[in-house]
């Protein structure tokens, strides 16, 4: 199974600050990587797919980059809305997501 | 607008059985294979296993095959979930989520949109 592990596990932020969330996987993935993020008692919701491209009606303040085992989203100017948890997922080989970010207010 | 819509919560016992719908409207049923997803606050989000509606091939992670069974009725648009005999590990929030892009369930893809989800809860 490929794992998925993602860095910091939380972290505290201020309203405009710049974020970066990193996933690594265990093996080269190409860039079969999505990114979701998730509010307290929501569903996730697709902000990435394949490693750097938005989906549809995502902020552009939201990024991602990478390709291989090393990946990264960021969050530019991060906004009021943006705290929540944000999970990496590779669609490599079966289907596998990290361990999520807990992005909380500082 | 594209959108699944899940069934309610449930409560159960420890060996009873349960079946639970994921109904998609907004885009054609058969285009895209249908996901379901577990969470729980151990494990986080697990993969479960994944179909096709136009023909109900199903794909199973080796974690969850023969603990459950995915099915589809794309007369009515509806995936479901179903056990057999519950076991409080089952304990869980399910998601059910298709995958894109159309037609494919090659690498490479990802899930979108997700359902509400539904609190399944064993005791």
């Known amino acids: 199974d490929i794992q998925m592990t993602q860095s910091p596990s939380s972290l505290s932020a201020s309203v405009g600050d710049r974020v970066t969330i990193t996933c690594r996987a265990s093996q080269s993935i190409s860039n079969y990587l999505n990114w979701y993020q998730q509010k307290p008692g929501k569903a996730p919701q697709l902000l990435i797919y394949?490693?750097?491209t938005l989906h549809t009606g995502v902020p552009s303040r939201f990024s991602g980059s990478g390709f291989g085992a090393d990946f990264t989203l960021t969050i530019t100017t991060l906004q009021p809305e943006d705290f929540a948890v944000y999970f990496c997922q590779q669609s490599d080989t079966y289907l596998t997501f990290g361990g999520g970010t807990k992005v909380e207010i500082k | 607008e594209v959108q699944l819509v899940q069934s309610g919560a449930e409560v159960k016992k420890a060996g009873e059985s349960l079946k639970i719908s994921c109904q998609s409207s907004g885009y054609s049923f058969p285009t895209h294979w249908i996901a379901w997803v577990r969470q729980t606050p151990g494990k986080g989000l697990e993969w479960m296993g994944i179909i096709n509606p136009y023909d109900s091939d199903t794909r199973y992670n080796p974690s969850f095959q023969g603990q459950v069974t995915i099915s589809a009725d794309k007369s009515i648009s509806t995936a479901y979930l179903q056990w057999n005999s519950l076991k409080a590990s089952d304990t869980a929030m399910y998601y059910c989520?298709?995958?894109?892009?159309?037609?494919?369930?090659?690498?490479?893809?990802?899930?979108?949109?997700w359902g509400q989800g539904t609190l399944v809860t064993v005791s």
């Open positions: 989520a298709r995958y894109g892009p159309q037609y494919s369930i090659s690498s490479g893809g990802w899930f979108d949109p």
């Open positions: 394949r490693a750097s």
